[in-house]
């Protein structure tokens, strides 16, 4: 079926995206601010963002934002003055994609690095989650706000090597749910979206697998 989008469909509304200087997160900032939205651009790599600032504002799309934050530090008062920050600028948030994640290391169970998975899940999991509770009294003050998590297929089911980065997507769905619930009877819709197998460089040890598809 042909599904047409306007172009102003997203006009008006307020959108952040984490993890916006590359991949999915960039392709998802400009096409938001393609269909009108106002983008927070949220990443650690401000060149990154300042590109896609750049990138947006030449295709006429509404000025953009920029907050440099690395997930991997930021506390929970951080998140809080980040939210103020676009209280006191926008007004309102009515939409956020939480989708700055690390893959990780791809290895056996047995050889799962702890300062690996630390860094993982503080970013895939504690950040979006100190993230989410920092902002979710300001999405509810929209009249129609959407929270995102961003899942895998190995969200849904295990599989050999992928451990860390599983676990942590598992953990993104149990939160994604957990709200999804919670906030059921309010205007903030919450999602998770798989957005499907990409040919990928990986990270690897000690065994070799040249591509990895997640
Ligand atoms: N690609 C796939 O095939 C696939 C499949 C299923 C699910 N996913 C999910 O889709 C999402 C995006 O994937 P992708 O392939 O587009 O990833 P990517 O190209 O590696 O981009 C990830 C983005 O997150 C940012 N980021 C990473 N660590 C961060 C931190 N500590 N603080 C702030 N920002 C941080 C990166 O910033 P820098 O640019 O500064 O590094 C980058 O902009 C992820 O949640 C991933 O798990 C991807």
Same mark, same amino acid.
């Given at each position: 079926?042909?599904?047409? *989008?306007?172009?102003?469909?997203?006009?008006?509304?307020?959108?952040?995206?984490?993890?916006?200087?590359?991949?999915?997160?960039?392709?998802?900032?400009?096409?938001?601010?393609?269909?009108?939205?106002?983008?927070?651009?949220?990443?650690?790599?401000?060149?990154?963002?300042?590109?896609? #600032?750049?990138?947006?504002?030449?295709?006429?799309?509404?000025?953009?934002?920029?907050?440099?934050?690395?997930?991997?530090?930021?506390?929970?008062?951080?998140?809080?003055?980040?939210?103020?920050?676009?209280?006191?600028?926008?007004?309102?948030?009515?939409? *956020?994609?939480?989708?700055?994640?690390?893959?990780?290391?791809?290895?056996?169970?047995?050889?799962?690095?702890?300062?690996? #998975?630390?860094?993982?899940?503080?970013?895939?999991?504690?950040?979006?989650?100190?993230?989410?509770?920092?902002?979710?009294?300001?999405?509810?003050?929209?009249?129609?706000?959407?929270?995102?998590?961003?899942?895998?297929?190995?969200?849904?089911?295990?599989?050999?090597?992928?451990?860390?980065?599983?676990?942590?997507?598992?953990?993104?769905?149990?939160?994604?749910?957990?709200?999804?619930?919670?906030?059921?009877?309010?205007?903030?819709?919450?999602?998770?979206?798989?957005?499907?197998?990409?040919?990928?460089?990986?990270?690897?040890?000690?065994?070799?697998?040249?591509?990895?598809?997640?």
């Amino acid at each position: 079926m042909d599904y047409h *989008v306007s172009s102003d469909a997203l006009k008006g509304k307020v959108i952040l995206v984490t993890g916006a200087g590359d991949g999915i997160g960039r392709q998802a900032a400009l096409s938001y601010a393609a269909h009108g939205a106002t983008v927070i651009l949220l990443g650690r790599t401000v060149s990154k963002l300042e590109a896609v #600032f750049d990138e947006i504002e030449a295709a006429g799309g509404p000025t953009p934002a920029i907050i440099p934050l690395d997930l991997m530090g930021a506390t929970k008062q951080n998140y809080l003055d980040m939210v103020d920050t676009i209280e006191g600028q926008f007004g309102h948030l009515d939409g *956020v994609l939480h989708n700055a994640s690390l893959l990780g290391v791809l290895c056996p169970f047995e050889q799962i690095d702890e300062k690996t #998975f630390d860094d993982v899940m503080q970013v895939n999991v504690k950040g979006a989650f100190l993230m989410t509770q920092a902002m979710v009294p300001l999405l509810r003050k929209s009249d129609d706000a959407r929270l995102v998590f961003t899942s895998s297929t190995v969200g849904h089911m295990g599989r050999a090597f992928w451990g860390t980065y599983a676990i942590s997507k598992f953990a993104t769905e149990g939160m994604m749910q957990v709200l999804a619930d919670e906030l059921s009877d309010t205007r903030v819709r919450v999602n998770a979206i798989n957005p499907g197998a990409r040919a990928q460089k990986c990270v690897h040890r000690p065994f070799r697998l040249r591509m990895a598809i997640y």
